[in-house]
């Protein structure tokens, strides 16, 4: 039995389901730039560990307002004069929230504008693709200050633009923005005007695939880059033998063969 959502038990997400199983979760703190505080973080676990049994095919993760989301909410964690033990909890949760974005076999197609900064950044580089538009702009200022990253970023952001510049970033406050994000990994997708249009058209196309397709590649492929090369290449068979004979795709694999499904071509010039 699918598990459902209460859009209204949301306070600091904004969420809203389209008949086609695209789900748009929208942080929704504008006048703090949507800084992740703790309440935020927690409606994200909960969000993203439902969506894969409540039949949600695909989700848009947006900010509300000219930005993303700026990271860790400075001024909570000022108030809060954290224990190290309280903050290494809070922290967990961070990585909570983002592995079941990663893991979770939903896509999450995130759509950015304005500062993907610091926590805003590592919640970015969680979801499976990125679009940005010309106003974004990514940048891990912990360095300066004084703070280190708790969320993920000495994963998933050395992964996506390596060590070096990771160090790089962190040291020195580096801004990224325009096509050099793109060129570093940053984002997949960069265009003119908004970033939610393109993230919607790529949800929609993903949401068009098997849920178990989805599933597989929005979560497998995580668990293997993080196996050695033999483990990852059992793995790979294993989630094939399983993934490639399902039921649902004969229906697909057969217009293939008749020649009425739809065939892979070059981009138009």
């Given at each position: 039995?699918a598990?459902?959502?209460?859009?209204?038990?949301?306070?600091?997400?904004?969420?809203?389901?389209?008949d086609?199983?695209?789900w748009?979760?929208?942080?929704?703190?504008p006048?703090?730039?949507?800084?992740l505080?703790?309440?935020?973080?927690?409606?994200?676990?909960?969000?993203?560990?439902?969506?894969?049994?409540?039949?949600?095919r695909?989700v848009?993760?947006?900010?509300?307002?000219?930005?993303?989301?700026?990271?860790?909410?400075?001024?909570?964690?000022?108030?809060a004069?954290?224990?190290?033990?309280?903050?290494?909890?809070?922290?967990?949760?961070?990585?909570?929230?983002?592995?079941k974005?990663?893991?979770?076999?939903v896509?999450?197609i995130?759509?950015?504008?304005?500062?993907?900064?610091g926590?805003?950044?590592?919640?970015?580089?969680?979801?499976?693709?990125?679009?940005?538009?010309?106003?974004?702009?990514?940048?891990?200022?912990?360095g300066?200050r004084?703070?280190f990253?708790?969320?993920?970023?000495?994963?998933?952001?050395?992964d996506?633009?390596?060590?070096?510049?990771?160090?790089?970033?962190?040291?020195?406050?580096?801004?990224?923005?325009?096509?050099?994000a793109?060129?570093l990994?940053?984002?997949?997708?960069?265009?003119?005007?908004?970033?939610?249009?393109?993230?919607?058209?790529?949800?929609?196309?993903?949401?068009q695939n098997?849920?178990?397709?989805?599933?597989?590649?929005?979560?497998?492929?995580?668990h293997?880059?993080?196996?050695s090369?033999?483990?990852?290449?059992?793995?790979?068979?294993?989630?094939?033998?399983?993934?490639n004979?399902?039921?649902?795709?004969?229906?697909?694999?057969?217009?293939?063969?008749?020649?009425s499904?739809?065939?892979?071509?070059?981009?138009?010039?």
């Amino acid at each position: 039995m699918a598990v459902q959502i209460d859009p209204t038990s949301y306070r600091n997400l904004d969420i809203k389901a389209h008949d086609d199983g695209v789900w748009v979760v929208t942080l929704n703190r504008p006048t703090k730039r949507n800084a992740l505080d703790i309440d935020t973080i927690e409606e994200l676990v909960t969000f993203f560990s439902t969506a894969p049994r409540a039949g949600v095919r695909a989700v848009v993760l947006a900010g509300a307002g000219d930005h993303f989301c700026a990271g860790l909410d400075l001024i909570e964690h000022h108030d809060a004069d954290r224990s190290p033990a309280d903050f290494m909890h809070v922290c967990l949760r961070w990585h909570e929230a983002f592995n079941k974005m990663e893991y979770g076999g939903v896509p999450v197609i995130a759509a950015l504008q304005g500062a993907v900064v610091g926590g805003g950044l590592e919640l970015a580089s969680s979801a499976h693709v990125r679009v940005m538009d010309q106003s974004a702009y990514f940048a891990l200022p912990e360095g300066q200050r004084g703070l280190f990253t708790g969320g993920g970023a000495t994963i998933r952001v050395t992964d996506l633009v390596g060590k070096a510049r990771m160090i790089d970033m962190m040291l020195t406050g580096r801004v990224y923005q325009g096509q050099e994000a793109v060129d570093l990994g940053l984002a997949q997708y960069i265009v003119e005007g908004s970033s939610m249009d393109k993230a919607m058209e790529l949800a929609r196309q993903a949401a068009q695939n098997l849920p178990l397709s989805n599933f597989a590649i929005c979560s497998a492929v995580s668990h293997m880059q993080n196996m050695s090369a033999m483990d990852a290449a059992y793995a790979e068979a294993v989630v094939a033998g399983l993934v490639n004979t399902q039921p649902d795709a004969r229906a697909r694999l057969a217009a293939f063969a008749d020649k009425s499904g739809a065939r892979v071509r070059p981009n138009a010039e």
